[in-house]
T-cell receptor
Framework: DQQVKQNSPSLSVQEGRISILNCDYT??????FLWYKKYPAEGPTFLIS?????DKNEDGRFTVFLNKSAKHLSLHIVPSQPGDSAVYFC???????????FGQGTRLTINP | DAGITQSPRHKVTETGTPVTLRCHQT?????MYWYRQDPGHGLRLIHY???????DKGEVSDGYSVSRSKTEDFLLTLESATSSQTSVYFC??????????FGSGTRLTVV
């Protein structure tokens, strides 16, 4: 029972273009969503988050969009840079809950 | 870097042997977590702790036990390692802002 799903295992984007990573969830009780970035041989690091009371949150080149009716969120990276090549995980939780539920991850490769 | 360290970083062990992984934090955070990362599954929660001696199961807890006798240390034990427990294990702490900080991981191979 995968409550958070990232259906694209990999994505390849040209440097300078937009990268769009997608995530779907099934639990309508989730009200806080996060994106983590992971480089090889390192732990995941927090990237950006969004509360369910918002539909967009922006931080520099990174923007997260939330569509509650579709139970879908996406991460936009503009412009994409070589250092963005990593595995990206989306995660969700119920406010006050003690646990994050993660998706399977999407490997993003930025090509020069 | 946030004060969270995992040891060992790499371990190879034989099937049927007990294994203990250690997570140490210097942040004095209440919540600590053990996740495993496997291809196609992302990060899955094994066990977590919400205080000294207070622990609970995650979604993949079978075959694992944990202990937390001090705020700073959270131990994960595989009582009798199996090949299906070959994985990368991550410890995490949760800060007041709801953000998780992860350790660098332990790569465990069970042969």
């Amino acid at each position: 029972d995968q409550q958070v799903k990232q259906n694209s295992p990999s994505l390849s984007v040209q440097e300078g273009r937009i990268s769009i990573l997608n995530c779907d969830y099934t639990n309508s009780m989730f009200d806080y969503f996060l994106w983590y970035k992971k480089y090889p041989a390192e732990g995941p690091t927090f990237l950006i988050s969004i509360s369910s009371i918002k539909d967009k949150n922006e931080d520099g080149r990174f923007t997260v969009f939330l569509n509650k009716s579709a139970k879908h969120l996406s991460l936009h990276i503009v412009p994409s840079q070589p250092g963005d090549s990593a595995v990206y995980f989306c995660a969700a939780s119920v406010e006050g809950a003690q646990k994050l539920v993660f998706g399977q991850g999407t490997r993003l490769t930025i090509n020069p | 870097d946030a004060g969270i360290t995992q040891s060992p970083r790499h371990k190879v062990t034989e099937t049927g042997t007990p294994v203990t992984l250690r997570c140490h934090q210097t942040e004095n955070h209440r919540y600590m977590y053990w996740y495993r990362q496997d291809p196609g599954h992302g990060l899955r929660l094994i066990h977590y702790s919400y205080g000294v001696k207070d622990t609970d199961k995650g979604e993949v807890s079978d075959g694992y036990s944990v202990s937390r006798s001090k705020t700073e240390d959270f131990l994960l034990t595989l009582e009798s390692a199996t090949s299906s427990q070959t994985s990368v294990y991550f410890c995490a702490i949760r800060g007041l802002d709801y953000g998780y900080t992860f350790g660098s991981g332990t790569r465990l191979t069970v042969v």
